[in-house]
């Protein structure tokens, strides 16, 4: 028998298009007696055995053949999405691909897909050879004419284009592929995981946890997705969400992959032990900046640390921090204008810079959001405690009852020792009462407290220098106060409270006549008098023979007595016009009396007026008033004066 895989010779001078050059065999005759000899059939002869009446059948086949014929110069990345899907479906059917190849692998075997013939998704026979697949893949799963995909060879022709995007890094793209996959069929676990990989890598996290949930409930405790569902929370600032998902993974987990949700935990414990325990707020900031350093890229930090920030910043109680703690509760309440928690931080901000009645309006609108919740009860009471009492003080004051104002001002105190504002002006209030009641190491103390709980707080340093002048200290007094001009010179009233001070130093460098009589200096005519009388008595010289102190003593009580007993004196020594230097009146003028007489010889006003004669009439004069009452050198005077012109110093020379 001849062997039908045997080359068959070559006849000479072949035609290519001649019937022996087709390499078709002729078919067996319809006769079983007949033979036909094994040879190939000529082109002729099919032409002769297609009947005639099948034109159309045979040009269809020749055209549908030409259709399926791809042009050889084109490039497979010119072919059309869908092809290219197709094409990409049936490369990765035997070995399916999850996007993220660097997390860890189930650890049980993927299940084999059945073998489908590209058309229907059947098996095919071991006697039939598989039909070729379609040109081009539907757009969608149901179509009129031509082949259609089942479901999930659909699915999967979407899943193999999403993880072509995904590689390319086009996850908006990939998303969208995805999402076909899961329309085409949404009980796969792998389609879920696979788009929640390109949230994640398109910084869309709240998505991607969904879909990661989604994904474990229809496969529970597959190694993957867990792995991918804890790096979510981690990714979202849930760091105990994300440690429980861990667990729940067999074998466990390294040390590595847990580390980014543990350091994230132990910062957020870090920050409320700090807020518990009243340390400082800065160390509450440090340990949330540490914690957000594990979040994902453009995620905002939630909302819980965001409260934390802002209590952290209202411990500090500065004024910047005060700031940056309304800023806080602003941002919240622009995601949610009714958040009590957030009307309730931007409303202790209000209350410690000292707008209570905002305060309370915020305290106010949080209990008409939650009536149960107690943080607003407890500031709003608070608020409404401290200002009824603040009122209270006040009017004590104004009404001259200091003591009583001390006692209300000591009681408000304790109403919230944590409000560094409040307490502050408290302390200030209270400092200007003692300094009625003459305590005045008291007051400088309660100053003292004040600046340290409000460095900046001006006016306690004003007052605290006042009470160091009336305790004695006029020079640290002056110090004081030139310090607040170099710290703001445009400080209201700074100036004039200098001069004051430098007044109130020179006087008390001369002889204290109210300190040498013990007596205080708003005493009374009967009081000093009195004093007098007991003094002298004491001191007489008749009473120390031979004590020159004594004597000196006595010297001193009548001075005194003198000047205090009279108002005119009296006024001019408290004034301290005393203390001013002839030379200072007439500013130094050439010819005058600027350097003093001559010789250097001082004048004071008494040897002036006694020099002038006590006489009047002279031109452009000086006129010394002290506000209508008789002048200080005597009943004339100097005349003259204001007739011609010459300057006037009302109440005594300008100082």
Not at 52 to 66: I, L, Q, V
Request: glycine fraction near 8%; hydrophobic fraction near 30%; aromatic fraction near 6%.
């Amino acid at each position: 028998m001849k062997n039908l895989f045997s080359k068959s010779k070559k006849l000479p001078n072949q035609d290519p298009g001649s019937p022996r050059h087709s390499t078709e065999f002729s078919t067996p005759p319809s006769s079983p007696d007949k033979k036909s000899p094994k040879k190939p059939a000529r082109d002729g002869d099919y032409e002769r055995r297609t009947s005639p009446s099948r034109p159309k059948a045979r040009h269809t086949r020749s055209d549908s053949k030409s259709s399926r014929r791809l042009s050889a110069g084109s490039h497979p990345l010119n072919r059309p999405l869908e092809e290219l899907r197709r094409s990409s479906y049936f490369n990765t059917m035997s070995e399916p691909m999850d996007v993220d190849r660097d997390s860890p692998v189930s650890s049980s075997p993927p299940e084999k897909s059945p073998v489908a013939n590209g058309l229907n998704g059947d098996d095919h026979k071991e006697d039939a050879p598989p039909l070729p697949p379609p040109h081009r893949i539907p757009t969608s799963p149901q179509q009129e004419n031509g082949p259609q995909l089942s479901p999930s060879a659909d699915a999967e022709a979407y899943k193999a284009a999403g993880n072509k995007f995904f590689k390319a890094k086009e996850y908006s793209r990939a998303i969208q592929e995805y999402s076909k996959a899961i329309d085409a069929d949404s009980s796969s676990s792998t389609y879920r995981s696979n788009r929640a990989a390109a949230y994640m890598s398109a910084e869309r996290y709240a998505e991607a946890l969904e879909d990661c949930k989604t994904a474990n409930e229809l496969e529970p405790n597959n190694t993957k997705i867990l792995h991918r569902l804890a790096r979510v929370y981690t990714s979202l600032g849930q760091p105990q969400e994300a440690l429980d998902t861990y667990s729940q993974i067999q074998p466990p987990v390294s040390v590595k992959d847990k580390a980014p949700a543990q350091s994230m935990m132990q910062h957020i414990k870090q920050a409320e032990d700090s807020l518990r325990t009243g340390t400082s707020g800065s160390m509450v900031l440090h340990a949330l900046d540490q914690a957000a350093r594990n979040l994902g890229s453009g995620v905002d930090m939630p909302r819980k640390w965001k409260l934390m920030r802002g209590e952290a910043y209202l411990k500090m109680g500065n004024v910047n921090a005060l700031g940056d703690a309304q800023n806080v509760a602003m941002s919240l309440l622009r995601s949610n204008s009714q958040d009590p928690e957030a009307l309730v931080l931007r409303g202790r901000a209000l209350y410690a810079q000292g707008d209570n009645e905002k305060a309370i309006q915020h305290f106010r609108q949080a209990l008409s959001c939650d009536p149960d919740f107690k943080d607003a009860v407890k500031y709003l009471r608070m608020v409404q405690k401290l200002d009824r009492m603040k009122e209270e003080g006040n009017s004590s004051f104004k009404t001259g009852k200091y003591q009583q104002a001390v006692d209300t001002y000591t009681q408000a105190l304790e109403v919230d020792p944590l409000n560094k504002g409040t307490n502050s002006k408290i302390l200030q209030n209270r400092a200007l009462c003692l300094s009625k009641l003459k305590k005045h190491k008291e007051a400088i103390a309660d100053c003292t407290r004040a600046l340290e709980l409000d460095p900046s707080y001006t006016k306690a340093r004003k007052t605290r220098a006042k009470a160091l002048g009336e305790s004695g200290d006029w020079e640290e007094a002056v110090r004081e106060l030139k310090s607040i001009q170099e710290a703001n010179a445009s400080e209201p009233g700074i100036a004039k409270d200098i001069r004051n001070a430098e007044m109130e130093l020179k006087k008390s460098k001369r002889k204290d006549y109210y300190k040498i009589l013990g007596v205080e200096k708003d005493a009374g005519d009967n009081e000093i008098k009195k004093a007098y009388r007991k003094l002298a008595i004491v001191h007489h010289p008749d009473k120390n023979p031979g004590d020159e102190e004594a004597a000196n003593r006595f010297k001193d009580i009548g001075e005194a007595y003198e000047t205090l007993s009279d108002p005119q004196k009296r006024q001019r020594y408290d004034s301290g016009e005393d203390l001013i230097d002839p030379s200072e009146m007439f500013g130094g003028a050439s010819g005058g009396f600027g350097g003093g007489m001559p010789g250097g010889m001082n004048i004071s006003p008494e040897m002036l007026f006694n020099m002038m004669g006590g006489g009047g009439g002279g031109g452009g004069g000086f006129s010394f008033s002290t506000g209508g009452g008789p002048s200080p050198f005597g009943a004339a005077g100097m005349g003259g004066a204001g007739r011609r012109g010459g300057p006037q110093f009302s109440k005594g020379f300008p100082f």
